[in-house]
């Protein structure tokens, strides 16, 4: 079991996935260190909710490294020429898939545990993003965590950090509930790709789409303000 010195990290974007991953690490005892990108998304008024998650959830820290994955495009999340779809979830990888995200993001976490020592990753990827984007399959948080066995110094004292995807198995409305019992406010959140300047969500987007079916079969009040409401 963790004690409270013993550090993890998070890969915390201001959603609610996140946000409950959190709280769940804060629940075991971990003293986590948060970890925010700013990519070069569209929709960084994002980091803005991670950093408030980070205080109010108590972190013991919060980084937010800038990377240029907007230099690659290949996505409506960091391209503003390609639009984001609002017609409700397709089969295969969606437009909003940003090429080799969490492999970069997951990579960095590792550099970072390596420096404090942590041997924990925790992500929030879950059931319903792993149906359409392929970093957040079940098989690649395996694989990464094989990779960071052999890839790193902690690796080579057999202390190499593991990778924790708690919700990988959890819809939305699951998470909803389980973050609702650890005291998550999420209010606090956010996981729309096209918030405007007030912070309301547009409620057209996959992701908005997803959050507020999530609520609805939880049964629980949706606190995001939508821009539609």
């Known amino acids: 079991m963790p004690t409270p010195a013993t550090p993890a990290i998070v890969l915390l974007s201001g ?12 629940r075991d005892g971990f003293a986590v260190h948060a970890l925010s990108f ?6 960084k008024e994002e980091l803005r909710y991670a950093a408030l998650l980070a205080q109010s959830m108590g972190a013991a820290s919060h980084r937010v490294l800038r990377i240029d994955l907007a230099a690659f495009g290949g996505s409506a999340l960091t391209d503003p020429q390609l639009s984001i779809p609002e017609t409700g979830l397709a089969p295969g990888i969606p437009i909003t898939y940003v090429p080799a995200r969490n492999t970069v993001f ?19 990827v879950n059931s319903q993003d792993y149906s359409g984007y392929p970093d957040c399959r079940a ?11 052999v890839a790193t110094r902690l690796g080579d004292e057999a202390r190499g950090p593991r ?3 708690p919700l990988q198995f959890l819809n ?26 007030e912070g309301r969500s547009c ?15 939880a049964g629980i009040a949706d606190p995001t303000p939508y821009q539609d409401s």
């Open 38 to 43: 700013d990519y070069g998304q569209r929709h």
């Open 163 to 165: 990778i924790h995807a």
């Open 172 to 197: 939305k409305s699951e998470i909803i509930r389980l973050g609702s019992r650890l005291g998550v406010d999420y209010g606090m959140t956010r996981s729309c790709y096209q918030l405007d300047a």
């Open 15 to 26: 959603g609610l996935d996140s946000a409950t991953v959190l709280a769940l690490m804060r």
């Open 139 to 149: 098989e690649f948080v395996q694989a990464f965590e094989a990779l960071a066995q």
């Open 203 to 217: 409620g057209r987007c996959d992701s908005c789409r997803l959050r507020r079916e999530g609520f609805r079969q």
């Open 106 to 124: 997951l990579s960095l976490a590792l550099a970072l545990a390596e420096v404090l020592g942590a041997r924990d990753i925790f992500l929030g």
